[in-house]
T-cell receptor, first 113, second 112 residues
């Protein structure tokens, strides 16, 4: 039983394409996140939703659009992909305000060619 | 803005030695400090955490210490083993808000 599952695990696509990454958690958490991890391993927050409501929207190009249909799902859609979007994207969930830490998904390695 | 500095960026130790990773945070309202371990190609996983009303916490070979006055917290791993090799992230969160600030990570190598 995977607590936070995200799909796909790998995504290779051409510049200019549009792609989506899906995330689902079965932990009953209210808060979900998207993080981008670059080649230097730095974890950068992109978005956070609490009970389907957007609460954190960092300086992210508006080509990135999150969608939370319910509190167990947080999807990420990326338009007009660029080479610099290549990274590992992690979904995570937590109790409100991150108490007791995050549970991360297994990551989606996006490669834009 | 809020910031967490983590040192060293790379740490190499001999199996059986101790490893210490240090972090400093800037937001004095931070009150929860988790540590994550990320093995190669895997997800970050919570290994230990400490809240601001506690100065030290231990779980088998790992321990965390917190100095709120100096805004420092540290991860200590004793009797290191090759399977401890990973990237370790510290983090600080102000639970009045919703944002966890991560350190830049420490790549730990344990040589057999």
């Amino acid at each position: 039983d995977t607590a936070v599952s995200q799909t796909p695990k790998y995504l290779v696509t051409q510049m200019g394409n549009d792609k989506s990454i899906k995330c689902e958690q079965n932990l009953g958490h209210d808060t979900m996140y998207w993080y981008k991890q670059d080649s230097k391993k730095f974890l950068k927050i992109m978005f956070s939703y609490n009970n389907k409501e957007l609460i954190i929207n960092e300086t992210v190009p508006n080509r990135f659009s999150p969608k939370s249909p319910d509190k167990a799902h947080l999807n990420l859609h990326i338009n007009s992909l660029e080479l610099g979007d290549s990274a590992v994207y992690f979904c995570a969930s937590s109790q409100p305000r991150g108490l007791d830490g995050y549970t991360f998904g297994s990551g989606t390695r996006l490669t834009v060619v | 803005g809020e910031n967490v500095e983590q040192h060293p960026s790379t740490l190499s130790v001999q199996e059986g030695d101790s490893a210490v990773i240090k972090c400093t945070y800037s937001d004095s309202a931070s009150n929860y400090f988790p540590w994550y371990k990320q093995e190669l190609g895997k997800r970050p996983q919570l290994i230990i955490d400490i809240r601001s009303n506690v100065g030290e916490k231990k779980d088998q070979r790992i321990a965390v210490t917190l100095n709120k006055t100096a805004k420092h917290f540290s991860l200590h791993i004793t009797e290191t083993q090759p399977e401890d090799s990973a990237v370790y992230f510290c983090a600080a969160i102000n639970t009045g808000g919703f944002k966890t600030i991560f350190g830049a990570g420490t790549r730990l190598f344990v040589k057999a």
